[in-house]
């Protein structure tokens, strides 16, 4: 079984007074290179909340999941479930959050079986083996993701759709409640995204995940966000919920992009609009 978050019982109410958020990013500044990457970021994410990051291609979203990753050297600004991510040590973090990078390295002929075994690495003592405990966590997350199957195919046979889930089950497998998904879906086709998306939404309820997510397709990223949080040149121009973000006038300054945002039971649908040509 997967642990509930600190404080909370799966299915109980997500935000609750008392309870410190998952994620709270004060006023984070990322440095690469000597380049300002993010600047006075905020961000909070409560517990079991969806919030996905958009902004345009290099606006900084794949560093501010590293940041609230413990990737990158940035502990005083983040808090996971109330604890500086300075706090925790790299075993004790890999246990609060896991993330699913955007383009995850793929071990050559490794077997999905053991693939997902390495999500079990901060629970395995140092020149340990798995336990059969570990073993059984992963059978369930295989069993639960529906990869049962493929617990012998080696990860680059799968097919995009299969290996994104394989993502996915090593993230579960680690036991951590906060999820970072880096546009898990970009390389999915519409059903295979929806299968994905639908997936982690279900988890969510089941389990009081909590998701930090990007995405790009924004009509799709509208339909399971709770919140939006729109980042541009590492800085946050606005946050809200998606019909909040998703506007025509938000969308056309920050991406340059000509749009038409169709408000729809289901979310804002964002349809991209060629320019008026001049005769
Ligand atoms: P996004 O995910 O929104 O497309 P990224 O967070 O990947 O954006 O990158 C934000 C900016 O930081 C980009 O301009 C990128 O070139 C730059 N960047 C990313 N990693 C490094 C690095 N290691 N050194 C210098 N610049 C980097
Ligand atoms: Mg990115």
């Known amino acids: 079984m997967i642990p509930p978050p600190p404080g909370q019982q799966p299915g109980t109410e997500s935000v609750k007074a008392g309870v410190p958020p998952a994620v709270e990013v004060r006023d984070l500044h990322v440095r690469l290179d000597g380049v300002p990457i993010l600047t006075g970021v905020d961000l909070t994410v409560a517990v079991g909340e969806w919030v996905t990051v958009i902004g345009p291609n290099g606006a900084g979203k794949s560093t501010l999941l590293r940041a609230v990753g413990g990737l990158l050297p940035a502990p005083d ?34 077997a999905v079986l053991d693939y997902v075994l390495l999500g079990r690495n901060p629970y395995i003592p140092p020149l340990g083996r798995e336990s059969a405990a570990d073993l059984a966590v992963v059978d369930e997350v295989l069993d639960r993701l529906d990869l049962t199957n493929f617990r012998t195919r080696e990860l680059a046979t799968l097919s995009g759709g299969e290996r994104q889930r394989v993502f996915l089950a090593r993230a579960l497998a680690q036991g951590a409640t906060l999820l970072l998904l880096d546009e898990p879906t970009s390389a999915l086709d519409i059903g295979h ?3 994905v998306l639908e997936l982690v939404d279900r988890l969510r309820g089941e389990h009081g995940l909590t998701v930090l997510a990007t ?4 009509s799709i990223a509208g339909e399971y966000a709770d919140r939006m ?5 590492g800085r946050v121009a606005a946050a809200g919920a998606p019909h909040e973000v998703l506007t025509e006038t938000l969308l056309s300054r920050h991406y340059r ?17 060629r320019p008026r040509r001049h005769p």
């Open 77 to 110: 600004a983040v808090r996971l479930f109330g604890t500086p991510l300075g706090a925790l040590r790299r075993r004790e973090r890999a246990r609060v959050v896991a993330t699913v990078a955007q383009y995850p390295v793929v071990p050559p002929g490794m």
């Open 257 to 273: 992009a000509h749009v038409k945002v169709i408000p729809t039971p289901h979310g804002p649908l964002v349809l991209p609009t």
């Open 193 to 195: 995204q929806q299968e």
């Open 229 to 233: 949080v729109l980042l541009d040149t």
């Open 215 to 218: 995405m790009h397709d924004l």
